[in-house]
């Protein structure tokens, strides 16, 4: 069943055929992650590590997980968080599953002596995250965390037992903390998240730790049409956020950023919706990042936004590359109501036929995940 789960997990990745990349992309540097020694490591994990050039005491540290069948050096590269570590002088810390430990090297957000606090893979990231800031004598109160599939997963984790070591955390693609205790479950998971109140995925973090708060704010990522991990899990992410950070999901701010749907609850929690993405963390590859399994081309580059969200980006580098005319904000919007309808078509539609066929498959799209109503 294990294995079974890592094929669920690695389908629906780059489909020949499907993603092409631009011709003048630019080359992606070469990769600078390296191994290092921590401890103690009783989810026996790898360590990498990138401390750019000339990177000065009290800098940030950004974490990033991979996905199933990915490297920890392959993802830094490609997802492009190796080009932003440099670009913006925070470092990177990588970890990497054993084959040992997961056939499909992913990490086991599933099980349980994985994912308590003070236990197996969990506290091996908690264990390298300490080693690397007193290592390079970085900002403890600056450390984030991010991933893909099962880094996605494996992020909630980390934010859930470990929410006092982070200032922001973004999933991918992944699932809510608390969603699965054994592969059975994960595999269900991924099909449909389970059918939980807001409040009772919020009490699974709050029992996850002896932590109270305040909680790490969370950007939430997940293409429309992921076959691999269905996009309610991304549903379920915001609910428990939104629980445990105290806002009302229905008090969300609406807008289109670079073709994707951005719901926002001030400055703390977020849902990017990418209508045509399936599997996989988008890049922007105009941009920074390399396009490959998983990393799909989408005009957007993730891990710059979510750096942003993080406030990690200065403010004019963000604004450069917005489009010259944004559509409009629609502000306090109400999740799943047909009052929600109108404007989401008004936003989607502006300079395009009603027609139009790509139209239809967005809002098809974002009805089967339940963020707009069906009629």
Known sequence: MLQRLVNWMRFDGLKPGKKTLPKNRPTP???????????PNPGNLRMFVYVPQGLKAGAPLVVALHGCGQTAAGYGVEAGWCALA??????????????VNNPGTCFNWFNPEDIARGEGEAASVAAMIQTVVETYRLDARRVFISGLSAGGAMTAVMLATYPEVFAGGA????????AAA???EALEAM??????????????????SP????????SIWHGALDTTVNINNAQASVAQWADLLGVSLTDARQEMVEGAVRLSWDDRLELYTLPLLGHGTPIDAHDIGNVAPFILQAGISSSRRIADFWGLMPAAAISARAPAAPAPARP???????????KIEATLKPGIP????RTNIILKALKAAGLIKKH
């Open 29 to 39: 540097p070469a990769n600078p992650l390296v191994a290092a020694p921590f401890e």
């Open 86 to 99: 440099a670009e913006l002088g925070f470092a990177l810390l990588a970890p990497e599953q054993k084959a």
């Open 171 to 178: 999933i991918i693609a992944g699932l809510p903390y608390g």
């Open 182 to 184: 054994n592969v059975r």
């Open 191 to 208: 099909r449909s998240a389970p059918l939980r109140t807001p409040h009772e995925w919020g009490d699974a973090v709050r029992a996850a």
């Open 211 to 218: 932590i109270a708060g305040p909680w790490p704010k969370v």
């Open 332 to 342: 306090h919007i109400r999740l799943a109501t047909e009052t929600a309808l109108p």
């Open 354 to 357: 009603p027609a139009d066929r």
